[in-house]
């Protein structure tokens, strides 16, 4: 069961500068997607994509970043919840004279529904009972606050916000709206069945333009909506524990996955902290190589085996050619440059600066994806799927390619920004690579130079066994050269490298379990050991994926008591609308870093169903990971 949402009271609580990240609802239409606080605010959106620069980015910088509020005037109390199975948020508002609803929803593509614009936020105000008098503020920040706008009136339907290349139009036929400077600010009062509604336009002038009246097309818009999300998670198959939860993940997923070419995003947001005011802060939202097949495995495990391919097919487009020129991350339509910038003129989430756009780790060396790569498509033809022909060349290339250069240091699955070493996660997905390749090759009766290939499979498992466990530890390290432990060795049972009830993995899980846990909150992990030198200054939160990790471990050890008492604990993490960020505040339970995480949805997706199969017996723990073994 999702936990009950908690009370936000105006009056006992009032509203910080910054309110916390687990605060937030994410809203979307697979093109852009929108963030919404609990005391009503749009916080974060971008437009026309989820990747282009904000318009409302209040939740970095409250003065400059710009929002849209829709709130009481007065102390107020909050209740809020998704609608079941669907993306539609809605908050329930309730003053000392009476309560509204105010339901958020951005419609997606649909023949049925003349869109609303490129992109919109609908937003529908409805009276319950007494009266309540409300604010409407909208303040555009074009293109992260740094591009000013002019307010115009739009025929009698609303205002616009207008630079020279963005738009922005808000129509409502019943308010007035006032300027004041940067702001368009209305005053409205609900009444018990009244609605007033809202429809925030980006660029291209919507039906409302044409005649169409907004108490008609919002209400159709709502159902489209509604229909097109309850559809879709009516497709999952899973009826396990924690079934809300699941679908929730799933549903986060796929507003991170971009409609038209299938790419998934890290997460929504940039540059939220990984430390309370500190400067471990990144932009999330690119597609990154390394999460495709644990990406590809939640799909599937769900039943979703079109969304898993589209993923693929994506993933394959962007690496056609030479294996060695394939990037660590990718726009959502392939694109290969994202610059890091620091918006110097941003304040930063809580003043945690810099806060970057573009991310700097495209041009690392991450001798992982490689293996990802092949996880994936040897995934996908164990599910169906078909290696063509020219697949398999780009497949037989990447691993020609990882005999090559598997031996070499490399930047590591945390994107350090010191000097490259010999990283053991590293080396066993290079061992990936090689070891799909050749499942693959004999499977499908594929050419390729198995006398090599079987040699340097042999090689890298040596190796990793030889000088990345160490027996005065008893654990699997993190690099070759040093003691520092890293909890991404977790995941070595789960891409079959390593049996989970081999003594070195035991003793491992329990090492990692013990050094890498936080005080008070044993069930949290670290990413790496403290004080382990990765080019930055400062700590970061619990990485909630290395907890799922040590959930799955857990599973294939037979420990299924242990792992369900974790996995019910790491469930206490999610908001009260069941969305996860990617690390917490292991004083606290506050959220950190980006929101919502991709990767911490699709871990707890992996380890649901993990801990279902398990208990029911249909599958050893070992046959419930991403690749199966015959």
Known sequence: MLRRAPIH?????????????????????????????????????????????????????????????????????????????????????????????????????????????????????????????????????????????????????????????????????????????????????????????????????????????????APRALETTERYWSEWARRADYDGPHRLLVERSALTLRLLDYAPTGAIIAAATASLPETPGGIRNWDYRFCWIRDASFTLYAFLLLGYAEEAENYLNWLLDVTRGDPAALKVLYGVDGETHAPEQVLEHFEGYDGARPVRIGNGAQDQAQHDMYGEVLDCAYLMYRNGGVVTEGLWELLRQAVDHVCEIWHEPDHGPWEIRSRPRHFVYSKVICWVAVDRGLRLAEECGLPCDRERWEAVRGEIR??????????????????????????????????????????????????????????????????????????????????????????????????????????????GHTNDLGLCAEMVDPTTGRHLGNFPQAFTHIAFIVSASNLERAKRGKATAEESVAVSDD
């Not at 992990?525 to 030198?533: A, D, K």
């Not at 599973?555 to 792992?563: F, K, S, V, Y």
Request: net charge negative.
């Open 9 to 217: 009271d105006s009056q006992t609580q009032p509203l910080a500068r910054y309110e916390p990240i687990e605060s937030y609802a994410l809203i979307g239409d697979r093109l852009s997607t929108a963030l919404v606080s609990q005391s009503g605010s749009v916080d974060w959106a971008c437009f026309p994509r989820m990747d282009s620069p904000t318009v409302f980015a209040r939740i970095l910088d409250a003065d400059k970043g710009g929002s849209w509020s829709i709130a009481p005037e007065g102390p107020y109390q909050v209740h809020r919840q998704y609608r079941p199975g669907t993306t539609i948020l809605e908050t329930t508002l309730t003053t000392g004279t009476g309560a509204a609803v105010v339901t958020d929803f951005m419609p997606p593509s649909s023949a049925e529904l003349e869109r609303l614009g490129d992109s919109s936020i609908v937003r529908i105000v409805r009276g319950i009972t007494g009266r309540v008098a409300m604010r409407n503020r909208l303040h555009p920040a074009f293109n992260y606050g740094r591009d000013d706008h002019a307010w115009t009136r739009a025929e009698g339907l609303g205002v616009r916000a207008s630079t020279r290349d963005e738009s922005l139009t808000l129509y409502s036929s019943r308010l007035e709206f006032a300027f004041d400077g940067a702001v368009a600010e209305a005053q409205f009062e609900t009444k018990p069945g009244e609605k007033h509604i809202f429809v925030l336009s980006h660029r291209t002038p919507p039906a409302l333009m044409f005649g169409q009246g907004l108490r008609d097309l």
């Open 462 to 571: 040596d190796e990793v066994l030889e000088k990345g466990y160490k027996e005065d530890l008893q654990c699997f390290t993190a690099a070759y050269d040093g003691d520092d432990l890293d909890a991404a060795v977790l995941a070595l049972p789960l891409r079959r490298f390593i049996d989970a009830n081999d003594p070195r993995m035991v003793s491992t899980v329990e090492r990692i379990g013990k050094d890498l846990s936080f005080e008070g909150a044993p069930h949290l992990l670290r990413r790496v050991s403290p004080g382990f030198e990765d080019g930055l200054h400062g700590e970061e939160g619990a990485f909630l994926l290395c907890s799922f990790w040590l959930v799955d471990c857990l599973i294939m050890q037979g420990r299924l008591e242990e792992a369900e008492r974790l996995f019910a604990t790491l469930e």
